[in-house]
């Protein structure tokens, strides 16, 4: 049983295209997380949700929007891809401590 | 602005050579240090978590350390299966356990 999963696990699209990518947990986490990792392999969170509630947003661009219909889904959605969007993407859960629970990533390639 | 740096960036060691990484931060009030494991095209894995200066956590051929300034990773006569990239990151104390700052980690190789 996978404990956090996320679709697709690649995305290859063109400049200018919208992309979503779905996060689901089966912990019962309350808390979930976008982090974006980039070519460096520098990990930096993007949003938090704690139960549906937006916690956190870290100066991401509006073109970015995440949705939390319940606790156990966080979905990403990117309006308007650039370059500069491309990296890879993971959806994470916790009970509110340090200790995150990643998915496998969805790496994303803007063209 | 809360800081992690890892060095070395990368590290090659033979099996059975002990070595460790290092985890230097500043932040404002630190609330816990963590260390994960990333495996190629995976997820981050957490390892330890740490909360006070001269803590200590292990696990396996792991140990972790904590100063006022910075962690240490020991690992202890690794194995190939330990190579990974092995992630710090921290928490502030201004800030809830939904942000932990990461830095860009170790790439550690060990070689059979």
């Known amino acids: 049983d996978t404990a956090v999963s996320q679709t697709p696990k690649y995305l290859v699209t063109q400049m200018g295209n919208d992309k979503s990518i779905k996060c689901e947990q089966n912990?019962?986490?309350?808390?979930m997380y976008w982090y974006k990792q980039d070519s460096k392999k520098f990990l930096k969170i993007m949003f938090s949700?704690?139960?549906?509630?937006?916690?956190i947003n870290e100066t991401v661009p509006n073109r970015f929007s995440p949705k939390s219909p319940d606790k156990a889904h966080l979905n990403l959605h990117i309006n308007s891809l650039e370059l500069g969007d491309s990296a890879v993407y993971f959806c994470?859960?916790?009970?509110?401590?340090?200790?995150?629970?990643f998915g496998e990533g969805s790496r994303l390639t803007v063209l | 602005e809360d800081q992690v740096t890892q060095s070395p960036e990368a590290l090659r060691l033979q099996e059975g050579e002990s070595s460790s990484l290092n985890c230097s931060y500043t932040?404002?009030?630190?609330?816990?240090l963590f260390w994960y494991r990333q495996d190629p095209g995976k997820g981050p894995e957490f390892l330890f978590t740490l909360y006070s200066a001269g803590e200590e956590k292990e696990k396996e051929r792991l140990k972790a350390t904590l100063t006022k300034k910075e962690s240490f990773l020991h690992i202890t006569a690794p194995k190939p299966e330990d190579s990974a990239t092995y992630l710090c990151a921290v928490q502030a104390g201004n800030t809830g356990f939904q942000k932990l700052v990461f830095g860009t980690g170790t790439r550690l190789l060990v070689s059979p």
């Open positions: 932040v404002s009030g630190l609330r816990g």
């Open positions: 912990l019962g986490h309350d808390t």
């Open positions: 949700y704690n139960n549906k509630e937006l916690i």
């Open positions: 994470a859960s916790s009970i509110n401590t340090g200790e995150l629970f």
